[in-house]
């Protein structure tokens, strides 16, 4: 099976299966690792600190290989994006290009000199360059290089099918329901005048849905496809469009599709092939991305920017992680007046998996909703580039029925299907509103102020602007009647006793109603609002609330500056504890309120809050202590002390933070790359759940098995009844062992250290080291070190313990930003509950016999040789097995074997008697016969 790389199961029953997590595949994903912004631990060839380790790996030992030039020079587009009309693309065209050719000039001449093959990019500054090892290396010691990458082509996954939705008057549900059809019908606006394009997998331009509106399409019913149609990869026959894939046929008809499957079907359409089979290159993104700033006719010559779309729409991206490497294209964009609408990605639910370029402050990135107005599971959620909330908003994303090639119709689903929605919705908008054509920040006003605000805090952000559904539900028909309607802006400052008040929000009701949050600087602004009258409201927490009445006049911008008064406050202050220790990494917050904090290594807190009743709440970080909810009255300073209760799991194991320090290993097994696993003997029996083995499995996924082997990349919580069990989940994740990696263990007399020294996540930025040290007596402490990216806080593993029938097990954390630079958790059984029993016995069987051990407890079988303890032949002719006893019991037992036929021997003379101890460990050394 492939693997699908993109994070949390999106499953809310989170069954250990191996999953392919459906409707998130219709997203193109794109390398995070290609042209810049590389991750801080991509570790880079010593000899120049230039060059990627990847593309030196590439060169060595004579061999040629192909890589992306990173230039230092960045064009000025500020005079271009002053330019009116259609001849803004011209002049950020002459501006990139004259920035090229003086930036590239140097280089273009080595090249030329040593014979090589290259191609340049004028709108990213970038050479693509093929060679050896000298020529590598004289590249990068010029000083104009910035930066020498690898040409990482990235796997198209195949699109998911949706099911079929009944339509709304001969309209597919989703036009329906962003309220297309009534801007059709009320204001005869189909998106005439707009040129929309899509980068993608292509386009069948004779589509029945899709002909009719083509650019390319003649009076006579010929076409001609320079200028309307490019393909950089050159998969397509004769230079003719093609869609190989179906995905951009898909996108295209939902944005000008014909029969009630496009949003805007009066647009004109162009297309640019940006992603081969299966895979979108570099190469090709980047030359799709300069053409819709200048098309060209199908040889890539001749460039026309007065030809320039007015829209594009892109619905692929990188999976989560920001990368910047495609931001000057989106830059280009901007500067020429062309709308960039983008996918958000497929890598939900979790937070913080915002795709790139839709993470981009630059782009306008698109969420999913399905036919019930929820988020789709596999939306991703942001936040975006510098913490901005992405998406921008959310469109219908689920089940959405269009145009595929061969003249057909089916049903995708995806945050590919929904950003064509938005990008229809601005060709709406700019045909309605002429005066509004390439002006993207009002057009974004319009989109922002008009979505349906849709309260999920779930990833941050407020009510009305949250990492869920970005500024709310995408509505066509209102975004239309605000562009077209008289219309001002109010902006201000709010402030408090003279300083600025950032995260505050600005409620207006009135003639319409918005809500807006203040930035870092106390700034808010209302960009496009209706013309009329209004109530301002500010009242955040802690302060006296603020109202005053505001006119907003046709075409003029108001101000208003709200001024806050503090409320009469107290100071709430204490330790936090858990097993008669301060616990640090406690969250304490007063619901329903902003405020929050979190308690430092000594347990301490401290929290001013207004004067007033509250439920305090206290979240400890993981899952080895209970949160606690309390009510309190604030009429002045409170003191109080927080004692936690510490979790039990069924058996009775507990955890707690560590504190053992991090132990490294010495000896490095031979185990590497993903997926793996390898099998080791343990210097002593290592109980846990009562069963002690001397034998355990380590895989590269952060997991110690004392089970059956089954390696397993996808998380799940515990416990679970399914494969793998009886387990120490260390930082069980979807992990690499590199070359820069490895996996090492020490061993004394009763400790035995697994460390995971430097691995990396799976398609994701960032590595960690993780210890794990095994003590005889059944405790284990895990402590994790050098972690960088927003995966080694653990928001994609599973950490804890598990029995062997998975029926038992306590979890430290799963799927939760658990871990920091030194956190440490130790496990260990309460004492009194049980013992750990391990049975030893010496004995001479013939092939396809077993041992068993059978006794009066029920644990043992109640004397029941159907039920009795089978034992291991690991160590033959001594036979092992472990189990979990009752403490301060007398026990009776006897040694079997059992035929492949199921005939029982018993050993001979009188039952064997003992009891166990109080606590800790009880084993036998037995050899089978009279004794």
């Given at each position: 099976?492939?693997?699908?790389?993109?994070?949390?199961?999106?499953?809310?029953?989170?069954?250990?299966?191996?999953?392919?997590?459906?409707?998130?595949?219709?997203?193109?994903?794109?390398?995070?690792?290609?042209?810049?912004?590389?991750?801080a631990?991509?570790?880079?060839?010593?000899?120049?600190?230039?060059?990627?380790?990847?593309?030196?790996?590439?060169?060595?030992?004579?061999?040629?290989a192909?890589?992306?030039?990173?230039?230092?020079?960045?064009?000025d587009?500020?005079?271009?994006?002053?330019?009116?009309?259609?001849?803004?693309?011209?002049?950020?065209?002459?501006?990139?290009?004259?920035?090229?050719?003086?930036?590239?000039?140097g280089?273009?001449?080595?090249l030329?000199?040593?014979?090589?093959?290259?191609?340049?990019?004028?709108?990213?500054?970038?050479?693509?360059?093929?060679?050896?090892?000298?020529?590598?290396?004289?590249?990068?010691?010029?000083?104009?290089?910035?930066?020498?990458?690898?040409?990482?082509?990235?796997t198209?996954?195949?699109?998911?099918?949706?099911?079929?939705?009944?339509?709304?008057?001969a309209?597919?549900?989703?036009?329906?329901?962003?309220?297309?059809?009534?801007?059709?019908?009320?204001?005869?606006?189909?998106?005439?005048?707009?040129?929309?394009?899509?980068?993608?997998?292509?386009?069948?331009?004779?589509?029945?849905?899709?002909?009719?509106?083509?650019?390319?399409?003649?009076?006579?019913?010929g076409?001609?496809?320079?200028?309307?149609?490019?393909d950089?990869?050159?998969?397509?026959?004769?230079?003719?469009?093609?869609?190989?894939?179906?995905?951009?046929?898909?996108?295209?008809?939902?944005?000008?599709?014909?029969?009630?499957?496009?949003?805007?079907?009066?647009?004109?359409?162009?297309?640019?092939?940006?992603?081969?089979?299966?895979?979108?290159?570099?190469?090709?993104?980047?030359a799709?991305?300069?053409?819709i700033?200048?098309?060209?006719?199908?040889?890539?010559r001749?460039p026309?920017?007065?030809?320039?779309?007015?829209?594009?729409?892109?619905?692929?991206?990188?999976?989560?992680?920001?990368?910047?490497w495609?931001?000057?294209?989106?830059?280009?964009?901007?500067a020429?007046?062309?709308?960039?609408?983008?996918?958000?990605?497929?890598?939900?639910?979790?937070?913080?998996?915002?795709?790139?370029p839709?993470?981009?402050?630059?782009?306008?990135?698109?969420?999913?909703?399905?036919?019930?107005?929820?988020?789709?599971?596999?939306?991703?959620?942001?936040?975006?580039?510098?913490?901005?909330?992405?998406?921008?908003?959310?469109?219908?994303?689920?089940?959405i029925?269009?145009s595929?090639?061969?003249?057909?119709?089916?049903?995708?689903?995806?945050?590919?299907?929904?950003?064509?929605?938005?990008?229809?919705?601005?060709?709406?908008?700019?045909?309605?509103?002429?005066?509004?054509?390439?002006?993207?920040?009002?057009?974004r006003?319009?989109?922002?102020?008009?979505?349906?605000?849709?309260?999920?805090?779930?990833?941050?952000?407020?009510?009305?602007?949250?990492?869920?559904?970005?500024?709310?539900?995408?509505?066509?028909?209102?975004?239309?009647?605000?562009?077209?309607?008289?219309?001002?802006?109010?902006?201000?400052?709010?402030?408090?006793?003279?300083?600025?008040?950032?995260?505050?929000?600005?409620a207006?009701?009135?003639?319409?109603?918005r809500?807006?949050?203040?930035?870092?600087?106390?700034?808010?602004?209302?960009?496009?609002?209706?013309?009329?009258?209004?109530?301002?409201?500010?009242?955040?927490?802690?302060?006296?609330?603020?109202?005053?009445?505001?006119?907003?006049?046709?075409?003029?911008?108001?101000?208003?500056?709200?001024?806050?008064?503090?409320?009469?406050?107290?100071?709430l202050?204490?330790?936090?504890?858990?097993a008669?220790?301060?616990?640090?990494?406690?969250?304490?917050?007063?619901?329903?309120?902003?405020?929050?904090?979190?308690?430092?290594?000594?347990?301490?807190?401290?929290?001013?809050?207004?004067?007033?009743?509250?439920?305090?709440t206290?979240?400890?970080?993981?899952?080895?202590?209970?949160?606690?909810?309390?009510?309190?009255?604030?009429?002045?300073d409170?003191?109080?002390?927080?004692?936690?209760?510490?979790?039990?799991?069924?058996?009775?194991?507990?955890?707690?933070?560590?504190?053992?320090?991090?132990?490294?290993?010495?000896?490095?097994?031979?185990?590497?790359?993903d997926?793996?696993?390898?099998?080791?003997?343990?210097p002593?029996?290592?109980?846990?759940?009562?069963?002690?083995?001397?034998?355990?499995?380590?895989?590269?996924?952060?997991?110690?098995?004392l089970?059956?082997?089954?390696?397993?990349?996808?998380?799940?919580?515990?416990?679970?009844?399914?494969?793998?069990?009886?387990?120490?989940?260390?930082?069980?994740?979807?992990?690499?062992?590199?070359?820069?990696?490895?996996?090492?263990?020490?061993?004394?007399?009763?400790?035995?250290?697994?460390?995971?020294?430097?691995?990396?996540?799976?398609?994701?930025?960032?590595?960690?080291?993780?210890?794990?040290?095994?003590?005889?007596?059944?405790?284990?402490?895990?402590?994790?070190?050098?972690?960088?990216?927003?995966?080694?806080?653990?928001?994609?593993?599973?950490?804890?313990?598990?029995?062997?029938?998975?029926?038992a097990?306590?979890?430290?954390?799963?799927?939760?930003?658990?871990?920091?630079?030194?956190?440490?958790?130790t496990?260990?059984?309460?004492?009194?509950?049980?013992?750990?029993?391990?049975?030893?016995?010496?004995?001479?069987t013939?092939?396809?016999?077993?041992?068993?051990?059978?006794?009066?407890?029920?644990?043992?079988?109640?004397?029941?040789?159907a039920?009795?303890?089978?034992?291991?032949?690991?160590?033959?002719?001594?036979?092992?097995?472990?189990?979990?006893?009752?403490?301060?019991?007398?026990?009776?037992?006897?040694?079997v074997?059992?035929?492949?036929?199921?005939?029982?021997?018993?050993?001979?003379?009188?039952?064997?008697?003992?009891?166990?101890?109080?606590?800790?460990?009880?084993?036998?050394?037995?050899?089978?016969?009279?004794?």
């Open positions: 099976m492939t693997k699908d790389r993109r994070g949390p199961s999106p499953d809310p029953g989170r069954s250990r299966t191996r999953r392919v997590f459906g409707a998130a595949l219709t997203v193109l994903a794109l390398s995070v690792s290609t042209l810049a912004g590389m991750p631990a991509h570790a880079q060839d010593p000899a120049d600190p230039k060059i990627d380790e990847a593309v030196a790996a590439a060169v060595k030992g004579g061999r040629e192909s890589f992306w030039v990173l230039l230092r020079d960045r064009p587009l500020t005079p271009a994006a002053k330019v009116k009309g259609k001849a803004r693309a011209g002049a950020v065209h002459r501006a990139a290009t004259d920035s090229a050719d003086r930036s590239q000039r280089l273009r001449k080595l030329t000199s040593r014979k090589a093959k290259f191609d340049t990019y004028w709108i990213a500054d970038t050479v693509h360059v093929t060679g050896d090892a000298e020529l590598l290396a004289e590249v990068a010691a010029r000083p104009e290089v910035k930066a020498v990458l690898p040409d990482t082509p990235v198209l996954p195949a699109p998911v099918a949706g099911r079929v939705q009944a339509t709304v008057d309209v597919e549900w989703n036009v329906d329901r962003i309220g297309a059809p009534r801007v059709w019908d009320e204001r005869d606006v189909r998106g005439q005048g707009v040129v929309v394009a899509n980068i993608d997998t292509g386009v069948q331009f004779d589509h029945p849905a899709l002909a009719a509106n083509y650019r390319g399409r003649q009076a006579d019913g076409f001609l496809h320079d200028y309307n149609w490019f950089p990869t050159g998969v397509c026959a004769g230079g003719l469009p093609c869609d190989n894939n179906g995905h951009g046929t898909h996108t295209m008809g939902t944005m000008a599709g014909s029969g009630g499957i496009g949003v805007a079907p009066g647009v004109t359409w162009i297309a640019a092939k940006g992603c081969e089979t299966n895979s979108c290159s570099v190469a090709a993104l980047l799709a991305g300069q053409w700033v200048a098309p060209t006719d199908r040889n890539g001749n026309r920017p007065d030809l320039a779309p007015d829209v594009v729409n892109n619905s692929w991206g990188s999976a989560a992680n920001f990368d910047p495609y931001s000057d294209v989106i830059r280009s964009w901007v020429a007046g062309i709308f960039p609408a983008f996918s958000n990605g497929n890598t939900g639910p979790g937070c913080n998996t915002a795709g790139t839709g993470s981009y402050t630059g782009t306008y990135a698109s969420g999913a909703t399905d036919s019930n107005d929820r988020i789709a599971s596999f939306s991703s959620r942001g936040t975006g580039q510098d913490g901005g909330v992405k998406p921008d908003l959310t469109a219908p994303g689920v089940d029925r269009s595929v090639p061969g003249g057909g119709f089916a049903s995708n689903s995806g945050t590919s299907m929904a950003s064509p929605h938005t990008a229809a919705t601005v060709a709406l908008i700019w045909s309605a509103a002429p005066s509004l054509r390439r002006d993207i920040a009002a057009t006003d319009v989109l922002d102020e008009t979505a349906i605000d849709t309260d999920d805090t779930s990833c941050g952000g407020t009510a009305s602007d949250n990492n869920v559904f970005g500024q709310g539900r995408l509505d066509a028909y209102a975004a239309v009647r605000l562009a077209v309607s008289p219309s001002g802006s109010l902006t201000g400052t709010v402030r408090a006793n003279g300083v600025p008040l950032g995260g505050v929000d600005v207006l009701t009135g003639t319409a109603s809500t807006v949050t203040t930035a870092a600087d106390g700034a808010y602004r209302f960009g496009r609002l209706p013309a009329g009258s209004y109530r301002i409201r500010v009242a955040p927490f802690g302060y006296d609330a603020f109202e005053a009445d505001v006119t907003i006049a046709a075409s003029e911008s108001a101000e208003l500056d709200p001024a806050l008064t503090s409320r009469a406050s107290g100071v202050s204490g330790v936090v504890s858990g008669g220790s301060p616990l640090e990494g406690v969250t304490i917050g007063l619901t329903g309120t902003p405020a929050t904090v979190t308690t430092g290594a000594d347990g301490r807190f401290r929290l001013a809050a207004p004067h007033g009743a509250y439920e305090l206290v979240r400890p970080l993981g899952g080895c202590f209970a949160s606690e909810t309390r009510s309190l009255t604030v009429s002045g409170v003191a109080l002390d927080l004692p936690l209760r510490q979790i039990e799991d069924a058996y009775g194991y507990r955890c707690a933070p560590a504190a053992e320090p991090y132990r490294a290993g010495t000896e490095k097994l031979p185990i590497t790359g997926d793996a696993v390898t099998e080791v003997t343990l002593f029996a290592v109980p846990l759940y009562g069963v002690a083995r001397n034998r355990a499995w380590i895989s590269t996924n952060g997991v110690i098995g089970g059956d082997i089954e390696i397993l990349y996808q998380n799940t919580a515990l416990p679970d009844a399914a494969e793998p069990n009886h387990a120490f989940y260390a930082l069980w994740d979807d992990l690499v062992v590199d070359e820069l990696a490895g996996i090492y263990t020490a061993a004394d007399a009763d400790t035995f250290v697994v460390e995971w020294r430097n691995v990396r996540f799976f398609g994701y930025a960032g590595r960690i080291s993780v210890s794990v040290v095994l003590h005889a007596d059944g405790t284990v402490t895990y402590r994790y070190r050098g972690l960088s990216g927003e995966r080694s806080s653990g928001l994609g593993a599973t950490i804890g313990v598990e029995n062997p029938a998975g029926t097990g306590l979890a430290y954390s799963v799927d939760a930003a658990s871990l920091r630079e030194g956190t440490g958790v496990f260990r059984a309460n004492p009194v509950n049980r013992v750990a029993a391990t049975f030893n016995v010496t004995a001479e013939w092939w396809g016999q077993q041992v068993l051990v059978v006794g009066n407890l029920p644990e043992l079988g109640g004397w029941d040789p039920r009795a303890v089978a034992l291991d032949a690991a160590g033959y002719p001594v036979w092992s097995g472990g189990l979990s006893l009752p403490p301060d019991t007398a026990v009776e037992f006897k040694y074997k059992r035929d492949p036929d199921g005939t029982v021997t018993w050993e001979p003379g009188a039952n064997r008697t003992t009891i166990t101890p109080p606590a800790g460990q009880f084993i036998t050394h037995d050899t089978f016969g009279p004794h």
